[in-house]
């Protein structure tokens, strides 16, 4: 896996591509010079965790034989206060799921994902206070 990073302007806006020419921007804060061109790191961050465990979650819903019509995320990061680096402290990540999906089936699917396959929560887990939540919106 290999990433490159280029910068679009003269403070802190970038484009990084990988090797298959996908790109995602990123920004600083305007409080830092930043022109609020795109999301920030850490926020990229946050994006990360909920993007993976989704990914994960369609997969075993669908091998449960689910119907998974829609998928919704949230995700809250609490930063250490008066401290540098800011490292994420608490994360919560919450899922709603729409579709003709069993309780049981979803909360299997969320623990497997959280606890099992998703890299960047697994990545994250020794440092940060990972929890997490999930509602199913059943539809026939």
Do not use: W
Request: hydrophobic share 40%; proline share 2%; charged share 25%.
């Amino acid at each position: 896996m290999k990433i490159e990073l280029n910068r679009a302007d003269d403070a802190f806006h970038f484009i990084s591509s990988n090797q298959d020419g996908l790109t995602v921007e990123s920004d600083g804060s305007p409080a830092i010079g930043g022109g609020n061109k795109a999301m920030r790191p850490m926020e990229m961050v946050l994006s990360a965790v909920a993007s993976c465990s989704s990914i994960d979650i369609v997969m075993i819903l669908k091998k449960q034989r689910q119907r998974l019509d829609d998928i919704q995320v949230t995700v809250e990061g609490k930063r250490a206060a008066d401290q540098v680096p800011a490292v994420f402290t608490d994360i919560h990540i919450h899922f709603k799921m729409t579709g003709k999906i069993k309780e049981k089936k979803a909360e299997q699917a969320v623990k497997m994902s959280m606890e099992q396959y998703c890299s960047v929560s697994k990545m994250l887990e020794g440092t940060v206070n990972i929890t997490h939540s999930h509602e199913v919106i059943a539809v026939d």
